[in-house]
């Protein structure tokens, strides 16, 4: 039947994600979710978000639930400049703007950066909610090689050239989703050199920085290139996800644009969630928050290691990440994690195939474990699970997977 309604081209470009849909399954009673991204529920600050509610509504309700300013709470932009020392940056209050979310920072950029056919260069694998964001926008998806550490800068240097021109790679350099690798020092310094003297800016996504286990962050990728760099950041893995706020850090250069794009979007991100967030954090809350977050997500990642090194059959690879909530599975040759996925669900767990992580040629033998939602027993209980479902698979003779 046809529909008086007729798309834009972007639209069919638009698809569900699999990770949103699997988290549907999830909610049927008893599944074991090792799917979703989502930070522990127990880890939220309830009681300090409950006082800065009653603050912010004692002193400042009116200003705090009218319109407000598109670039941001004030304080807040001040604070997230101030906060950005630790990582070797530099920055002016002017050069953030609060985001609903860093999944809205990411749309903002594919809104001002994307053109239909310009290549946009992502590593392999790479953040879905990412691909998500740029795809409508119509680029030129370039999947550049990566290792244990992330991209290779060698493949800078191969990047187009001729217009329209690569108009920036994407990175996560920390704990990367959905792989949960680290770039060391020596990879951020050569990765950078590597974009600027290409001439590729860099945006740089950073959501995971705070979760790290053993060693602290090392300097932003911004650092070493702060005009050629947009920096992501976001409150929700620290404090709750459900207020949506994160925040873009730009170069002075592409900030107004930045700024209107916001403003055509949404006219400003909530002002009551801004305040309540400035309360909580103004006096140095998360540097006693924080630690007790990554204790917590440290005690599941040792779990799940010694589950995996328990359970999986020979032939799963996989590392040990050093922080953030991901653990990146490679499966033995035959095995397919999208087929094996609903086979999963009926014995009792959920994880994410990894197909959907790359913008190009996926291997459907890797799949995502997040191991922060449940607790240690759970993870013990969740990957003797997976164990059976893939050794099954396995004598039942899986076919071949490339």
Known sequence: MSSIWNQARRAARMNPSIIREILKVTEKPGILSMAGGLPSADTFPVDALKAACDQVLSHNAKEAL???????????????????????????PDQVLITSGSQQGLDLVGKIL????????????TYLGALQAFTPYEPNFVSLAS???GVDPAEFARLPHDAPGTRFAYLLPNYQNP???????????????????AGVPVIEDNPYGDLWFDEPPLPALASFWPEGTIYLGSFSKVLTPGFRLGFIIAPSELYPKLLQAKQAADLHTPGF????VYEVVKNGFLD??????????KANRDAMAEGLKKHLPPGCVWQSPKGGMFFWIRLPEGLNAMDLLPKAVDAGIAFVPGAAFYAQNPDPRTLRLSFVTLTPPQIEEGVAIL???LRDALDNGAQPTP
């Not at 053109?115 to 992502?122: F, I, L, Y």
């Open 66 to 92: 009218q319109y407000a300013a598109s670039e941001g709470f004030a304080p807040l932009r001040e604070w997230v400049a101030q906060r950005m020392a630790s990582l070797g940056m530099t920055v002016s």
């Open 114 to 125: 994307c053109d239909a056919g310009a290549p946009v260069a992502v590593e392999t694998p």
């Open 147 to 149: 290792d244990e550490q």
């Open 179 to 197: 792989t949960g690798r680290v770039m060391s020092l020596e990879r951020r310094q050569a990765v950078m050199a590597a974009a600027k003297a």
């Open 273 to 276: 969630n801004q305040r309540v």
């Open 288 to 297: 006693e928050h924080v630690p007790l977050i990554r204790a917590r997500y």
């Open 387 to 389: 164990g059976k479902v």
